[in-house]
């Protein structure tokens, strides 16, 4: 350790300095515990996503993209309620009876990987 980092260290304090280092490490792992996807299976959630061809829908609408009706700018979802909501409504659409369990899923699985809400 420089003489330097040691004057830091001492203006500091180490606890603020762990507490900025464990910053990054807490957002991520929050991740999946995110109140409204606790509990969730991603495994199953991505299994639905594929099963129910969720995808193909929306690529028909989106020049082919699968993946740009949840990152266009004017998007609809904004928040993990939001993305639940929509998923239902999708579900619904589509005429599927889902438990709310497996809904939960399907929203947690986007989240984790497009909308990344923490
Ligand atoms: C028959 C076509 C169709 C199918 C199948 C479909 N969707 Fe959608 N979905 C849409 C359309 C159209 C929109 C955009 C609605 C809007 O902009 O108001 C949308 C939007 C969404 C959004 C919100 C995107 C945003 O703006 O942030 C989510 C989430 C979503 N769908 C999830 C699903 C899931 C999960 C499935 C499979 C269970 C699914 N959709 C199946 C047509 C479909």
Do not use: W
Request: net charge positive; hydrophobic share 40%; glycine share 6%.
């Amino acid at each position: 350790m420089t003489p330097t980092m040691h004057l830091m260290r001492r203006i500091v304090g180490n606890s603020a300095l762990i507490g900025l280092m464990g910053l990054p490490l807490m957002a991520h792992a929050a991740d999946t515990t995110l109140h409204e996807f606790q509990g969730a299976n991603l495994v199953k959630g991505q299994q639905a996503y594929t099963d129910l061809k969720c995808a193909a829908c929306h690529a028909e609408r989106m020049m082919g993209s699968t993946s740009a009706m949840y990152t266009r700018p004017d998007r609809k979802v904004h928040n993990p309620r939001q993305l639940l909501a929509f998923t239902q409504m999708c579900v619904t659409q589509l005429n599927h009876d889902l438990f709310p369990e497996e809904v939960k899923d399907i929203a947690a699985y986007l989240n984790q990987t497009y909308y990344k809400f923490k």
